[in-house]
């Protein structure tokens, strides 16, 4: 009997997620909490709306989370507690802190349930294509159960202890995005206020030793002045958030986290829902004739 998956949250990651579950046959029903993208989830490929979280978990074997932030799942966790089969599996694929996953896995556990923290990496692009990069954070066995449905959205599965580690390795990962960001943004502000033809330099850095995937799928946009989603500023500074707090308990602080919130806060206020190569913005604005 194949798996039979629900999904929670079918915001830009989890709308390709879930279609791509539907596409490996283990899509069972969907809940969103605008009930419009369930029910146009339901039209597109046969699978139920459900009515409510509780229906949805009554029905599933392995639920998928992909929501906003901590409270968010939380609250989506408290209502699916009440109703899982003994044994059933939450994946969360949020980016949530560490902490918040044990607390998630300890109200299941209690329940008479399991989770996974799954947080993922490599964009809407990943979603899409069922590529992502997904560092799981659980017991083995769990993982090996749920395995089948991280498959069908992932390239990449990790697992890098127990609950809570995923989320570690999350924030790791977003410590990177924040110096990468900056790093592109800057040096192609710079690049533009030499005068220089950027849609070459792209194409020649690109293929040294600075080459990244920002630079190749942001960079030709960004010099533009185009910032597609993406990766909104507004989910990264939230992770920022939740790397600074987790510093904070080594007893830190981290220079990149600190000025990237820094230059994310300084940025127009419809930049949260931008992409997050929006701080392009900033970067031009440095120099003293726009660098444009
Ligand atoms: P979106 O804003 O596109 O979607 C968020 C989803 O969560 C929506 O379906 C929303 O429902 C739902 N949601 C939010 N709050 C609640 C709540 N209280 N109860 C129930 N449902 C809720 O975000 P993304 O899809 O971009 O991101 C989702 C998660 O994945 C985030 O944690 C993000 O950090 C992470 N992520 C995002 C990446 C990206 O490139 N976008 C990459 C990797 C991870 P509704 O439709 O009603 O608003």
Redesign the pocket.
Known sequence: MPLRVGF???????LPMARNLHRAGLLAGAW???AA?AAALAAETGVTAAPSLAALARDCDVVVT????D??LL??VAQLAAALRPGAIVAD????AASTAREAAQRLAAAGAEFLDC??????EG?VAGTLSIMVGGNETTLERARPALEAMGGSIALMGPVGAGQAAKATNQIMVAGINQAVTEALAFGQAQGLPMERLIAALEKGAAGNWFLSKRGPTMIRREFP????VG?HA??LEICRRMAEELGTRLPLVEMTLLHYSRLPAQSADEDISALFRLKSDMFPRGGD
């Open positions: 929670v949250g079918l915001g830009a990651m989890g969103n909490r605008t993208k992909c929501v906003s932030a409270a968010d609250e989506v694929c949020s980016t949530v947080p993922v990496s490599g964009g809407t979603a989603l993406g990766f909104k989910l939230k992770d």
